[in-house]
T-cell receptor
Framework: DTGVSQDPRHKITKRGQNVTFRCDPI?????LYWYRQTLGQGPEFLTY????????KSRLLSDRFSAERPKGSFSTLEIQRTEQGDSAMYLC???????????????FGAGSRLTVL | GNSVTQMEGPVTLSEEAFLTINCTYT??????LFWYVQYPGEGLQLLLK?????DKGSNKGFEATYRKETTSFHLEKGSVQVSDSAVYFC??????????FGTGTRLLVSP
């Protein structure tokens, strides 16, 4: 397993355009998380999935944001009508729920950096 | 609410110096505490964790002890290396691995 993969690594777009990010978690992990990190700050929780069910969304996730995990494997995060304030690093993480060794610890991807002009 | 406060950086040290990065937290209950490290161009990596009071997490020569009485989880290393240069994040788990992170502390180690 190569860890958590995110694509694209960098995206530059114009204000008002839609963008989509993809995350492929570690295959046996049933939980998947999205975080956002702006320059000089720590990551902030956006949303998470248990299998295909989206269990929680942060107030940071406006209605322009939508996340899916249709088959409980990969996930997409779409931002509609992007604004300059959306410029950030979008981080995906996954974990295994349970009591096994190594469970309940997040493994992060390298992130997708969004720049909105 | 839940929050994490870290010392501001950058922390600049010479190789083999002693490192301390302070972290204090505010939380309801007794959350698990973590240190993550972010090397340039890479994702966040778990460095160490502690799940209850007085637990000591350790990894790669780094240590941190969960202090309930002072609500702290300071990161220490006895002798830093140039390869330790990175950004270090303290975090707490608010439940279901929804982590609240500090703002990060950049460590610069010179030869």
């Amino acid at each position: 397993d190569t860890g958590v993969s995110q694509d694209p690594r960098h995206k530059i777009t114009k204000r008002g355009q839609n963008v989509t990010f993809r995350c492929d978690p570690i295959s046996e992990h049933n939980r998947l998380y999205w975080y956002r990190q702006t320059l000089g700050q720590g990551p902030e929780f956006l949303t998470y999935f248990q299998n295909e069910a989206q269990l929680e969304k942060s107030r940071l996730l406006s209605d322009r944001f939508s996340a899916e995990r249709p088959k409980g494997s990969f996930s997409t995060l779409e931002i509609q009508r992007t604004e300059q304030g959306d410029s950030a690093m979008y981080l995906c993480a996954s974990s295994l729920d349970g009591t096994a060794s190594g469970a309940n610890v997040l493994t992060f991807g390298a992130g997708s950096r969004l720049t909105v002009l | 609410g839940n929050s994490v406060t870290q010392m501001e950086g950058p922390v600049t040290l010479s190789e083999e110096a002693f490192l301390t990065i302070n972290c204090t937290y505010t939380a309801t209950g007794y959350p698990s505490l973590f240190w993550y490290v972010q090397y340039p161009g890479e994702g966040l990596q778990l460095l160490l964790k502690a799940t209850k009071a007085d637990d000591k997490g350790s990894n790669k020569g780094f240590e941190a002890t969960y202090r309930k009485e002072t609500t702290s989880f300071h990161l220490e290393k006895g002798s830093v290396q140039v390869s330790d240069s990175a950004v270090y994040f303290c975090a707490l788990n608010t439940g279901f691995q929804k982590l609240v992170f500090g703002t990060g502390t950049r460590l610069l180690v010179s030869p």
